[in-house]
T-cell receptor, first 111, second 116 residues
């Protein structure tokens, strides 16, 4: 079973601060996804990264896939209260049964 | 635009009782999944289906059963509820394998189940 460890587990910051969330594994993934989940709702896909070293930007969010495709990071610039939620990474080894979710990072952004 | 609909939203069961968690999607997706989410543990795959009539076990299938008689519906059955099955259950669907930006997993809003 592949394990995806996310760090930190919890993060509480003030509006305007920058932050980085990490997703690490000893396994190689063919692609990696990031989801955001708000209370009482299901996760919603933010981005998929496929190529080692790939960087994708989604407004103030920057996602990077490690060169060896074993890790990923999510950087948020100038965080806003609307960024509050649970961030989940999920690594894919190529089949329907093999999407492994990380342990999650709970982010709270206060005014 | 209903997407993935799960019912009920909340349920309390006594040990040994049984119940069915309902999941329906209106996007004509072939792939459907059941996950459970426990605090600090991420999402664990229980069962999945690649099309009507086809189901397969995920990472944590023990204590659960599924069926897929139609493309739209994918119910999850708990036969003898145990406290270890206290969790939040999410159903998801995707057009294909779901691991691309063009075919993401679409999740329902979950069922919070407590077994006492």
């Amino acid at each position: 079973t592949q394990l995806l460890e996310q760090s930190p587990q919890f993060l509480s910051i003030q509006e305007g601060e920058n932050l980085t969330v990490y997703c690490n594994s000893s396994s190689v993934f063919s692609s990696l996804q990031w989801y955001r989940q708000e209370p009482g709702e299901g996760p919603v896909l933010l981005v998929t990264v496929v190529t080692g070293g790939e960087v994708k930007k989604l407004k103030r969010l920057t996602f990077q896939f490690g060169d060896a495709r074993k890790d990923s990071s999510l950087h948020i610039t100038a965080a806003q209260p609307g960024d509050t939620g649970l961030y989940l990474c999920a690594g894919n080894t190529g089949t329907a049964s093999k999407l492994t979710f990380g342990t999650g990072t709970r982010l709270q952004v206060t005014l | 635009n209903a997407g993935v609909t799960q019912t009920p939203k909340f349920r309390i069961l006594k040990i040994g009782q049984s119940m069915t968690l309902q999941c329906a999607q209106d996007m004509n997706h072939n792939y459907m999944y059941w996950y459970r989410q426990d605090p600090g543990m991420g999402l664990k795959l229980i069962y999945y289906s690649v099309g009507a009539g086809i189901t397969d076990k995920g990472e944590v299938p023990n204590g659960y059963n599924v069926s897929r008689s139609t493309t739209e519906d994918f119910p999850l059955r708990l036969e003898l509820a145990a406290p270890s099955q206290t969790s939040v259950y999410f159903c998801a669907s995707s057009y294909s394998t779901g691991y691309t930006d063009n075919s993401p997993l679409h999740f329902g809003n979950g069922t919070r189940l407590t077994v006492t």
